[in-house]
T-cell receptor, first 114, second 117 residues
Framework: GQQVMQIPQYQHVQEGEDFTTYCNSS?????IQWYKQRPGGHPVFLIQ?????EVKKQKRLTFQFGEAKKNSSLHITATQTTDVGTYFC??????????????FGQGTILTVHP | DARVTQTPRHKVTEMGQEVTMRCQPI?????VFWYRQTMMQGLELLAY????????DSGMPKDRFSAEMPDATLATLKIQPSEPRDSAVYFC???????????????FGSGTQLSVL
């Protein structure tokens, strides 16, 4: 079945440093989504990427979708303590969301030291 | 703001007891997912429904778990009998999917923290 792998599992940074998490799918994806889960909270949707090679930005966050639609990355510039949490990627398998299911990566736990 | 409502928030029970978790999806959403979160397994898909029909429950131990959606406003996840290894946070999420061209994102409930002693 479809697998979505995410690395690294943990990342500890000093406030102000950059952070990147990577996501790879075993199958081509129709789209990919990113979620953030604060400690003790529930996952909250951040963004969806649909097109091959797509790049989207949200303030200090940059999201990329690979050309082959099998990988994605999230980059945070100059991390802040408010960025702490677990970042998940989640992909719908190709064929659209009428088929298949949304599979989540394992998540990257980000810790930011002030 | 519309939100997914899950009950109970916390449940402590003894091994062998039945546990029922409930979820009220956002009105108008056609898809409901049940996920289980543990430190070891991350977010693990247990089952999901579209237009109340079960589409995939391959992630669920069928001998003890069951998921149903008796109507559009209620989804349930039942464990009988419960075991200590079922201790986890169970999330319900809903979304509007399969319609194309929209942000087909999921909205998660606050989860049920289950502890089986």
């Amino acid at each position: 079945g479809q697998q979505v792998m995410q690395i690294p599992q943990y990342q500890h940074v000093q406030e102000g440093e950059d952070f990147t998490t990577y996501c790879n799918s075993s199958t081509t994806l129709s789209n990919i989504q990113w979620y953030k889960q604060r400690p003790g909270g529930h996952p909250v949707f951040l963004i969806q990427l649909v097109k091959s090679g797509e790049v989207k930005k949200q303030k200090r966050l940059t999201f990329q979708f690979g050309e082959a639609k099998k990988n994605s990355s999230l980059h945070i510039t100059a991390t802040q303590t408010t960025d702490v949490g677990t970042y998940f990627c989640a992909g719908w398998q190709a064929g659209g969301t009428s088929y298949g299911k949304l599979t989540f990566g394992q998540g990257t736990i980000l810790t930011v030291h002030p | 703001d519309a939100r997914v409502t899950q009950t109970p928030r916390h449940k402590v029970t003894e091994m062998g007891q039945e546990v029922t978790m409930r979820c009220q999806p956002i009105l108008g959403h056609n898809t409901v997912f049940w996920y289980r979160q543990t430190m070891m397994q991350g977010l693990e898909l247990l089952a999901y429904f579209r237009n109340r029909a079960p589409l995939d429950d391959s992630g669920m131990p069928k001998d003890r778990f069951s998921a149903e959606m008796p109507d559009a406003t209620l989804a349930t996840l039942k464990i009988q009998p419960s075991e200590p290894r079922d201790s986890a946070v169970y999330f319900c999420a809903s979304g509007l999917t399969g319609v194309g061209g929209l942000d087909e994102k999921l909205f998660f409930g606050s989860g049920t923290q289950l502890s089986v002693l």
